[in-house]
């Protein structure tokens, strides 16, 4: 048989003793050097490793010290891989060190993780209270291999209880990156809901009825009447009082619908104060029963609301978005809660009439409406979905995993080519002074209007940062990555956080320096030709020359004030 190497004798712990070789920590790699090990007398401190983590090899100078110290021929160390050991099979997964203590082939103890005073007190324990056994002094009861140990057991709740954590982080993290994204979108959709609005009623204000079914529409009447034929009806008594109300409004749609907590949270996004004073009851009711929610609309609005004072308040406008924001919500409102708010409406309000008072003299509402655009927008949203995409909606979607990738803008030439060639794979991409992620400063999103710029204009710091949809094995990831990138994200989910910061939510709307200067500079030569039509146009040059001069100056001196200092690391 071969010598072993040098790595071999480390790996098993050798070391030297008066010109021999002392086996410090022997291997254990399969059943029948497992059986062997238990068939052994004397102690035995076994570290279960599965091959995926490997063996604690830190510990091996703490054992060498302690086995020295004791100087106990009965102590042995062993190293068991549990890949191919059956008794080890509940061990496999692990990625902390497992230590089994064995006396005479007899489990005894377990404990776990690399706490080297802990693990050295319990090696002296074990040998004093061994030494006992041995002579008799003690009895010891010994633990079956399958039998799960109170060590283990706390490190399972420890790390359930790690996980649920874990769980929680992730979805407030998702939660922060959906807020934005769910307002802008709201935002950009109530613009096309100026005339619409919405009352929900809650579920303790909604009846069940039997009523008997009216006969069809050309039926022919039997000479025998028929038994009558008995259906479900809702009746909502406080939707029919609040109707005579609404006399200005027309009634789009009217549903039902069950709530659940995320479309609820959803509905009262903007409302969140509101959704918070709900006591425990009626939360309870609407994520149990139906809420009934009716659309309304003003057909038009009566020019008192938006013109000057003194203008003819019989007269009729066609809609406006810009100048009909907020008014038809303002007037519900105002109906349902008198001149005060959702919060605290009015003593003689719709919303004080209606309101219950429970058994534990809680006052409970009876019926909600939006106050305010957005607030109208998130309740639409969830109530009336077909409406809202038909109009415009757009869902927020969560962010899918991705890698933020920065280049030195001189390397434009050559990772343009692949980000059109993997187009489907790129989220977004985009020329910016710097690649600050706390204060990235968009040039455009068009490298001809860069090179119509001039690339001497932007300076050294200037990158090009695109953000890369994971995909199979990080394939588009990696074409980037043989470039040579300055920076790439650790993970996809770091990728996310960087990606928000570059592009946030209205990126697609935003312009760029580069794009705003060249409008200026368009609008300026318009002027100067104007002004040499004019007849004054030496003049006019003259101070655009010196405009032009002093400008570049100035980002001369910008860009010896803005050093290259991003809080991103590099790539290796």
Known sequence: MPPKTVNQNK?????????????????????????????KSGIYVVDVYAEWCGPCIPMIANLKKIKLEIGNENLH?????????????????????????????????????SNAPRLMNLITDEVEQYVKFKNGEIQREFIPMNQITEEEKKKM?????????????????????????????????????????????????????????????????????????????????????CSPKYAEFTVNEAIEMQLTEDKLNQMFFMDKELLESFPSELIDQLLSKKVFSVMLSMPV???????????????????????????????????IYGNGSPLNPSPDSFAVEHMIVNSSNVKIPSLYTPTNPLSKAAAL???????????GYVPPQPPLPQYIVIFDIEKSNIVLPII???????????????????????LCKDYELLTTYGMDKIGKDGKLVLSVLKDDNDKSLLRFVDVGPIYVSPD?????????????????????????????????????????????????????????????????????????????????
Not at 83 to 110: C, T, Y
Not at 434 to 442: F, H, Q, S, V
């Open 301 to 335: 609005i009566k020019n008192e609301d938006v013109v000057s004072e003194g203008a003819a308040v019989d007269n009729e406008i066609p809609p406006d978005p810009a100048e009909h924001m907020g008014i038809v919500e303002q007037r519900l409102s105002t109906i």
């Open 492 to 572: 996809s989910d770091v990728g996310i956080d960087d990606a928000i910061k570059f592009f946030p939510h209205d990126f697609d709307q935003m312009d760029g320096e580069v794009k705003i200067w060249l409008a200026q500079q368009s609008a300026r030569e318009e002027e100067a030709m104007a002004a040499v039509e004019d007849g004054d146009g030496e003049e006019h040059v003259a101070g655009e020359d010196e405009e032009f001069s002093r400008r570049k100056e100035n980002e001369k001196e910008g860009e010896e004030e803005r050093p290259f200092t991003t809080k991103l690391s590099t790539v290796s």
């Open 420 to 442: 059109e060639d993997l187009e489907g794979k790129i989220d977004h991409y985009g020329f910016f002074r710097n690649a600050d992620p706390e204060n990235p400063i968009l």
């Open 11 to 39: 790996r098993s712990g050798r070391m030297a003793k008066k010109g021999a070789q002392v086996v410090l920590q022997e291997e254990i790699n399969n059943n029948d050097d497992w059986v062997k090990m238990l068939e």
């Open 157 to 241: 709740i420890e790390y359930e209880h790690y996980q649920n954590q874990k769980i929680k982080n992730e979805k407030k993290i998702i939660d922060d990156r959906m807020m934005k994204a769910r307002e802008y979108y709201l935002r950009r959709f109530s613009v096309n809901i100026p005339l619409q609005t919405c009352v929900v009623y809650f579920p303790h204000t909604i009846e069940y009825i039997m009523v008997e079914k009216p006969p069809e529409e050309g039926a022919e009447l039997s000479e025998e009447p028929n038994e009558p034929v008995m259906v479900e009806k809702r009746v909502c008594n406080v939707a029919t009082a």
């Open 381 to 391: 949203a969830v109530l009336f979905k077909k409406f809202c995409l038909n109009n």
């Open 77 to 113: 160390y062993a190293v068991a891989k549990s890949d191919n050991i059956m008794a080890l099979e509940r061990f496999r997964q692990k990625s902390e060190p497992h230590w089994l203590f064995f006396f005479d082939g007899n489990l005894v103890n377990l404990i776990i993780g």
